[in-house]
């Protein structure tokens, strides 16, 4: 497996031939990197006009690894090739180094780029770039591995320091300014390419590879970079032109530490990584960098496992429009009466405070009176509302800030609290919230528990995070007011008032819902059914043998047919048809055909079997191949009034002409929708065309985004029809 390394674009508050001068004086030797033994030029090249210098070097590193595996191995130090090629006249510096020793069994290859700052040119910027791939290492892979990717951490840390050091020396020498390059300066202000002056330092760049590089070249400064406030944000309307190594859609090793904490070397890697990957599948459309993250610790920052259930949860986001859900969501008075929860003011930390009266909450009523589906939608506004929470007490602090804590009042807990319906909606709940709000828990302060409370804590504590559980503080009787309790993570002055504290607090205090507001099942039924179908997305599913299609009728001609939708499972081929005739009623395919059990399915064929095509209707675009998981924007500008029909089909893998046997991309297929079952989840629009501004107008015009956890952005692609494709 290869291992990647993504550094943040780190910025030094200095001058590029400032910082160049200063890189230069590690070598031959550095006494600040013990593993740097030594480095040999190889080659060196320099322009006519001395604006572009090229160093070859062949740089010697003395390993920290076990000496049985040096031994084995036959070497004592590692040899690596380091190619520099220095700009003057851009302002760049552009590393790119690789393994010599056991070069047909490791593979490292890094690259780093110094560049000049977009916005300051008094400013320096710095990004690197690794991979190791480990081939074979005679049996000991796993080991080798771990020691590279942990001496490349702590390398990186080191490297933090090493630029720093050399220009506190060089303006204890009074250097303070290298003058810029010019041609003038290079022909006749320098004897030669290669003299040094106190005032004038040499440039020749090299870097330790792999190791050194990082260390003598991977720096911040350590204060913010005050033009950049937050990546998510939407950028100003004529940006700065970007530079080599510091586009504003990457991220800022200050930012990092000011909005997302200290992170290891390695971990801002998988942010970084992730949320490029992000930009390049969702075209623009990601989440802010601190939800990002909270995947990512969830999943203890694999990448892989973050960016399954990130997807999931976004595809979720979309369908259920939670992003708009504080906009939308007006709680029922019976909610606002007796649902004993709300936030108070913050903890000792920082973090938004909730309090919930959990004894007090009669939540047999609150199921009878509202239903799962209605409770359930309140919970995930209380967590929109501490999201928004966060990114503001992260702002008034000055630290980053991305999670809050619960306290939690047993105090009345009793049987009634064990109605299994209340229990499963509780159950539902804690399941919702695990998937799309990870790391959001800080601490959870369970005060007052009764004797039943193990009871009820046998039932959800399976359903909850091992990481989340360890949060929990839990508080037996008057407990909570002795040393170690609450005034350890609250401060006195805003303890609760029911807690024995001064400070009123304005959560309700509950009780018995009256059985006049109690509905009936099939009144709840038909209520969860409408409150989840409140979404602009329709879901479909599509077998084998039996597509979903979608009748729009047109009257005027050159209208704009637009259509946004996700492939959730399987491989699909969309089609656009055009008929003259009004397709038959709506027929739905038959469930038991395809093993389907559920009456929540939909599936509906319009086209009749009798009709032919190219005489009963027409194909109007070329077929799209949809594979899972990709998101589709697309439009067609009509040419005729008629019915149009969209249709998703089941995508066949086709059979190999040269062989009987079958490809693995089809095995793959046939395994991943074994059950041969496609989802779709569409949404479609018609505008008139001189509403029509492109492709993309349909996300516009219909939400189709994540606009609260996202800057969007849109393209246009004005054409008779098109369909764009994000991966």
Not at 151 to 166: D, L, M, T, V
Not at 180 to 193: K, M, V
Not at 252 to 272: H, M, N, V, W
Not at 316 to 328: F, M, N
């Amino acid at each position: 497996m290869v291992q990647k390394y993504q550094s943040p674009v780190r910025v030094y508050k200095h001058p590029f031939e400032l910082v160049m001068a200063a890189y230069e004086r590690r070598f031959p030797k550095c006494h600040l990197i013990p593993m740097f033994v030594n480095s040999d030029v190889v080659n060196e090249e320099t322009s006519e006009d001395g604006s572009t210098q090229r160093v070859e070097r062949r740089c010697a590193l003395d390993v920290d690894a076990p000496r049985l595996l040096k031994r084995i191995a036959g070497v004592d130090y590692v040899y690596f090739i380091q190619n520099n090629t220095l700009n003057r006249k851009e302002r760049t510096l552009h590393i790119e180094s690789h393994n010599e020793t056991f070069s047909n069994r490791v593979v490292v290859h890094e690259t780093c780029c110094y560049s000049v700052h977009p916005e300051n040119e008094d400013w320096t910027c710095f990004e690197q770039t690794a991979s190791l791939d480990i081939k074979s290492f005679f049996g000991f892979e796993s080991t080798v591995e771990k020691i590279a990717m942990k001496q490349y951490a702590s390398s990186i840390n080191k490297g933090k320091e090493i630029i720093e050091f050399y220009l506190r020396e060089l303006e204890n020498e009074g250097v303070t300014h290298v003058p810029r390059w010019t041609c003038s300066y290079i022909c006749h202000a320098l004897p030669a390419p290669n003299s040094v002056s106190a005032s004038q330092p040499e440039l020749q760049h090299t870097s330790t590879p792999m190791v050194s590089a990082s260390q003598t070249t991977d720096t911040k400064d350590g204060a913010t970079q005050d033009a950049k406030q937050d990546s998510g944000a939407a950028q100003a309307d004529n940006p700065p032109e970007i530079l080599v190594g510091t586009p504003e859609d990457k991220l800022d090793a200050d930012y990092i530490k000011r909005y997302l904490g200290d992170l290891t070397p390695l971990q801002e890697s998988c942010l970084i990584r992730l949320r490029k990957w992000l930009q390049e599948t969702h075209k623009g459309k990601i989440p802010k960098d601190e939800h990002i993250l909270r995947f990512l610790r969830a999943r203890d920052f694999n990448m892989d496992k973050a960016r399954e259930i990130l997807c999931q949860s976004l595809t979720w986001r979309k369908q259920h429009q939670v992003d708009y859900l504080l906009e939308t969501w007006n709680p029922p008075q019976v909610l606002q009466d007796y649902y004993t929860g709300g936030w108070h003011h913050h903890d000792r930390d920082g973090r938004p405070l909730y309090i919930l009266r959990l004894g007090h909450m009669d939540t047999k009523g609150l199921v009878r009176a509202l239903g799962e589906e209605s409770l359930l939608r309140h919970v995930l506004s209380i967590n929109e509302e501490g999201l928004r929470r966060c990114e503001e007490n992260t702002k008034v602090f000055g630290r980053p800030i991305s999670c809050w804590t619960c306290l939690v009042d047993l105090e009345g807990l009793n049987m009634r609290h064990l109605w299994r319906p209340g229990v499963k909606a509780l159950l539902r709940i804690i399941e919702v919230v695990e998937a799309n709000y990870p790391e959001t828990l800080g601490r959870l302060l369970i005060l007052r528990a009764p004797r039943v409370f193990p009871v009820l804590w046998t039932l959800v504590s399976p359903f909850i995070d091992e990481n989340t559980r360890k949060k929990f503080l839990i508080y037996a009787g008057n407990d909570y007011q002795g040393p170690g309790g609450l005034v350890d993570y609250i401060d006195k002055e805003i303890i609760p008032d029911f807690l024995g504290g001064e400070c009123m607090c304005e959560v309700p205090e509950g009780g018995l819902v009256p059985k006049s507001m109690y509905r009936t099942p099939e009144e709840l039924e038909n209520e969860d059914v409408r409150l989840w179908t409140e979404t602009i997305y329709q879901s479909a599913s599509i077998f084998k043998g039996a597509p979903h299609e979608l009748v729009i009728e047109i009257i005027d001609a050159a209208s704009v047919i637009t259509w946004d939708f996700d492939v959730c499972k399987g491989d699909i081929v969309f089609n656009l048809y055009h008929s003259k005739r009004a397709p038959q009623p709506p027929r739905k395919d038959p469930l038991g055909a395809h093993g389907i059990t559920s009456p929540g399915v939909n599936n509906v064929q319009l086209i009749d079997k009798s009709w032919t095509l190219g005489q009963d209707y027409s194909m109007v675009a070329s077929p799209l191949t949809c594979k899972e998981g990709e998101s589709v924007q697309g439009s067609h500008v009509t040419r005729w009034p008629g019915f149009y029909i969209l249709q998703w089909k089941f995508h066949s893998m086709p059979a190999c002409s040269a062989t009987n046997l079958p490809r693995v991309d089809d095995v793959l297929a046939t395994l991943q929708v074994s059950s041969h079952k496609c989802k779709v989840m569409y949404y479609t629009e018609v505008l008139g065309s001189e509403d029509f501004r492109g492709s993309m107008t349909s996300l516009e015009s219909s939400h189709s985004g994540f606009s609260q956890l996202s800057a969007v952005t849109t393209s246009s692609n004005h054409s008779q029809s098109s369909s764009m494709i994000s991966r």
